[in-house]
């Protein structure tokens, strides 16, 4: 546990770093976001490589090059066509690579989505809003994590999903939907209230009079999302027989086991923005 906590120390640090170089250059954090989602691409890929499946680098080549381009010129529609043209080259291969199977193009297809698509909503984010609702929604995903990984180790006894995650138990997920109102708050509080220097478009409190609302809900909505997010990668991990995806994380696994609750709380955010905002 405390090297658990001390890793979660330098890496909330490490953010906080390059959240205040973002206020110099919003690209400082698209980078980031860019290097984080190679990797998490990278780690998915060797994990269905470990269960003999064969997914197309070509395909991840083009949705890698492709993607942050077409999404800071176009928006969701840039997305969508990154996506487009990277299942046109995974069809194309699968077409004339007798040694693709159908099924190593469903796997590519999913890998794409999840997380390269999933993470390229970062991108649109932070082009249409600045870097608050992505914020909002890995402090509200982490939070959950981290109050669900303290509450369930001192307190949680029932488990949930024992086959799918043994960890994971009722009083440590109840814990960590809270968690997910306080993240929320905590960035409130850094951004909004404290100014905290960083590529701030939009904030809550343009829109409304009282924004500590929409960080306490919204964050409640993310933090389930997330944990669900969460309990699909263990799902996967169990499939491949991994404990965690990579190691570059210390003990906190791979970039895929911080971001797979993060993925599923920036998909939530952003369909509240575009809906709402």
Request: overall charge positive; glycine content about 10%.
């Amino acid at each position: 546990m405390l090297k658990r906590t001390l890793t979660g120390i330098f890496l909330l640090g490490f953010l906080l770093l390059m959240l205040y170089l973002s206020s110099f250059s919003r690209f400082v954090f698209d980078g980031l976001v860019l290097v984080f989602a190679v990797l998490a691409l990278y780690e998915m890929y060797s994990a269905m490589k470990k269960l003999n499946y064969h997914p197309s680098g070509i395909a991840f080549i083009v949705l890698g090059v492709s993607i942050f381009p077409l999404a800071y010129f176009f928006d969701y529609a840039g997305l969508f066509f990154a996506f487009l043209l990277t299942f046109l080259t995974a069809f194309v291969v699968y077409i004339f690579n007798s040694k693709k199977s159908f099924t190593d193009f469903i796997i590519t297809i999913l890998i794409c989505i999840y997380p390269m698509l999933m993470m390229g909503l970062a991108f649109v984010l932070n082009n249409l809003y600045g870097m608050l609702p992505v914020l909002f929604a890995i402090s509200a995903a982490l939070m959950c994590d981290t109050v669900a990984y303290y509450g369930g180790s001192f307190w949680g006894k029932k488990k949930i999903f024992p086959k799918i995650s043994p960890k994971k138990t009722y009083a440590g997920s109840i814990l960590g939907v809270l968690g997910g109102a306080i993240g929320g708050l905590v960035v409130y509080a850094l951004f909004e209230v404290l100014s905290f220097p960083a590529y701030i478009v939009f904030t809550f409190s343009s829109v409304s009079k009282y924004p500590y609302l929409y960080y306490i809900f919204v964050g409640i909505g993310m933090a389930i999302a997330s944990e669900i997010g969460d309990l699909a990668a263990s799902r996967i991990k169990r499939e491949v027989g991994l404990k965690d995806y990579g190691s570059l994380m210390g003990a906190h696994g791979g970039v895929m086991d911080r971001l797979d609750s993060v993925l599923f709380s920036v998909a939530v955010i952003s369909i509240i923005m575009f809906f709402v905002f």
